[in-house]
């Protein structure tokens, strides 16, 4: 199903994130099993990362085919034109779509550490075009409702935001946040630029308080402090931490919902217990 079709039901719809393992196949299949069991919530769509510079490409283009084949739910595969050239671009969304796969996130991505940025394109912008041009694909984009680290400032991340949308994109999946005053916020300057595509915010349950500093520096997303305090108070992994991320994740899913979001988008880090209790719980 392509994703103007998902998201016109009016229903707040679940979409996945998840990653190609790197160890080895048991893990996939182990993901695969995840998947198979989560598949009764029905959620809209997995999606699967991307490594940029195409360190995943086999990976990745492996577990969305076993999405699709052995899961039965709908992929929407990643992928970063960082470092591609455009005959690579268009031969591996040809397969993609040879094997059924309807949607696309279109990303830039960053150049890994010691690569040359020579790829065909350089941002997203560009890679949408092309996409639409070459492909039937549905398009996503992503978007940060705290600003893109290397945006000149919050404005021109926007114009060039309404740029990938007037490119052919329908739409935005957002970079993780934890404090929803910032994305509504996004929205209102979303809707300002006259961008009238579905916005699907990105939530990840924290398990620790580790995993909360890690993600927030890799991803720019500031944490509120009575967040911080909360998880402080338990150890790594503990029966508590866990607890409390799923309380903490379905306590900002429901004020999203509340406030009229299509979608929510779980970043899952591939993590099979969190996960289910939240689709559980909105079940
Ligand atoms: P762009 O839209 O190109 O924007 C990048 C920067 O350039 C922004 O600051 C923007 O304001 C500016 N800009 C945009 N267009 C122009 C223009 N025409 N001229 C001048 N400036 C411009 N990374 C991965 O490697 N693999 C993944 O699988 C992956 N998945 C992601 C999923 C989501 C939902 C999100 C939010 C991010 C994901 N990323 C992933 C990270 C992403 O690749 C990085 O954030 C990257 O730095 C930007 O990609 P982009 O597509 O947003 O870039």
Do not use: W
């Amino acid at each position: 199903m392509k994703l103007t079709e998902i998201y016109s039901s009016g229903k707040t719809r679940f979409s996945l994130e998840v990653f190609p393992p790197k160890e080895n196949k048991n893990k996939e299949n182990d993901l695969l099993s995840t998947l198979r069991e989560l598949e009764r919530f029905r959620p809209a769509l997995v999606s699967v990362t991307y490594g940029a510079g195409g360190s995943s490409r086999e990976k990745s283009a492996g577990l969305v085919k076993r999405i699709n084949n052995e899961a039965k739910l709908t992929p929407m595969p990643h992928f970063t034109c960082v470092c591609s050239n455009t005959q690579f671009i268009e031969s591996y969304l040809k397969e993609l779509e040879r094997e059924g796969v309807e949607n696309i996130l279109a990303l830039k991505g960053d150049p890994p550490k010691g690569f040359n940025d020579e790829g065909a394109f350089s941002h997203a912008d560009e890679l949408v075009a092309f996409i639409k041009d070459k492909t039937n694909l549905s398009i996503a984009v992503a978007g940060y409702p705290e600003c893109h680290k290397d945006a000149k400032d919050f404005d021109s991340d926007i114009y060039f935001l309404k740029k990938k949308i007037d490119c052919g994109a329908c739409a935005i999946f957002t970079q993780l946040f934890f404090d929803n005053k910032k994305f509504f916020a996004y929205l209102e300057k979303i809707k300002k630029a006259n961008i009238n595509v579905p916005v699907i915010p990105g939530i990840l349950p924290v398990k620790n308080i580790a995993q909360l500093q890690k993600m927030t520096i890799m991803c720019g997303a500031s944490i509120p402090l009575d967040m911080l305090h909360k998880y402080e108070r338990f150890e790594d992994n503990s029966e508590d931490s866990i607890k409390l991320g799923i309380e903490i994740a379905i306590k900002q899913i429901e004020e999203l919902i509340d406030n009229g979001a299509n979608g929510i988008h779980l970043y899952t880090l591939n993590q099979r217990r969190m996960t289910y209790e939240i689709l559980q719980h909105f079940n």
